[in-house]
């Protein structure tokens, strides 16, 4: 199973992108990167996701680097209520997600 | 869109006793999901369900859970007989399934046994 790396933690100013990044050296070539964020007390919640390609939409853009090997999750405009921890998972089966420890990012003011 | 649906919000319950926890998926949704969140352990997955059916209940801790989805409308996880170490957050999530489709978690279940 392909497994992912992600720093415990980061900080990012107000207003400023956030870059996450995620290693997944061992990803098949079949396989996805999701990323999930998980705000305190409440549910994960979906992000994004991708294959090969660079994909964006209304809350992140995600950059795979050509060998698939890592990713980045950017959020362009960081604001406090993104605040989270957010996962990056690579999907092990067609229909089952397995959660890592994930990044835990501060939003500073 | 109601989204996922669980109850109830808050269990406190004594050890020894049931605790049924409840969860209504998404419309059209074709797998449903049970996760545990604790400090220690993180996010865990309890089993899923795939059409109603059972795919994979290796994430079960111990013959004490057991879960059911009896329609594509309603899933229960319930604990008997329940043990402190059981409390945590109980989360259920659901899919369309397939490649390319993310998960739309409820609000989670709090559970606590004292």
């Known amino acids: 199973d392909a497994k992912t790396t992600q720093p415990p933690s980061m900080d990012c100013a107000e207003g400023r992108a956030a870059n996450l990044p995620c290693n997944h050296s061992t990803i098949s070539g079949n396989e996805y990167v999701y990323w999930y964020r998980q705000i305190h007390s409440q549910g994960p919640q979906y992000i994004i996701h991708?294959?090969?390609n660079n994909e964006t939409n209304e809350m992140a853009s995600l950059i795979i680097t050509e060998d698939r090997k890592s990713s980045t999750l950017i959020l362009p405009h960081a604001t406090l209520r993104d605040t989270a921890v957010y996962y990056c998972?690579?999907?092990?089966?067609?229909?089952?997600?397995?959660f890592g420890k994930g990044t835990r990012l501060h939003i500073l003011p | 869109d109601a989204g996922v649906i669980q109850s109830p919000r808050h269990e406190v319950t004594e050890m020894g006793q049931e605790v049924t926890l409840r969860c209504k998926p998404i419309?059209?949704?074709?797998?449903l999901f049970w996760y545990r969140q604790t400090m220690m352990r993180g996010l865990e997955l309890l089993i899923y369900f795939n059409n109603n059916v059972p795919i994979d209940d290796s994430g079960m801790p111990e013959d004490r859970f057991s879960a059911k989805m009896p329609n594509a409308s309603f899933s229960t996880l319930k604990i008997q007989p329940s043990e402190p170490r059981d409390s945590a957050v109980y989360f259920c999530a659901s899919s369309l399934g397939g490649e390319g489709r993310g998960y739309t978690f409820g609000s989670g279940t709090r559970l606590t046994v004292v």
């Open positions: 991708g294959l090969k």
């Open positions: 419309s059209g949704h074709n797998s």
């Open positions: 998972i690579v999907r092990v089966d067609r229909d089952k997600i397995i």
